[in-house]
């Protein structure tokens, strides 16, 4: 099942600078390769790596169709 799940974080880009108190907007883009809808619950943590805890996160729920994509805007 893993290469049927196919998801991809298109913004921020791997190694993008984010600053202290900066709106930061995440976008995902997830595909089903799979022969059956899915639903799908997704977290977003924004971790603090020197304080070891997550300081911020976003929530979304979604569906996607079989053999279709969504990009989601969190």
């Known amino acids: 099942m893993p290469n049927n799940i196919e998801i991809k974080i298109t913004d921020p880009e791997s190694g993008e600078?984010?600053?202290?108190?900066?709106?930061?907007?995440?976008?995902?883009?997830?595909?089903?390769?799979?022969?059956?809808?899915?639903?799908?619950?997704v977290?977003?943590?924004?971790?603090d790596l020197d304080g070891d805890e997550s300081v911020s996160e976003a929530n979304s729920k979604v569906e996607i169709r079989k053999g279709r994509s969504r990009t989601l805007a969190l």
């Open 43 to 47: 977290d977003v943590y924004l971790y």
């Open 17 to 41: 600078e984010v600053k202290i108190g900066e709106v930061l907007d995440v976008k995902l883009d997830i595909k089903n390769k799979l022969q059956e809808d899915l639903d799908f619950d």
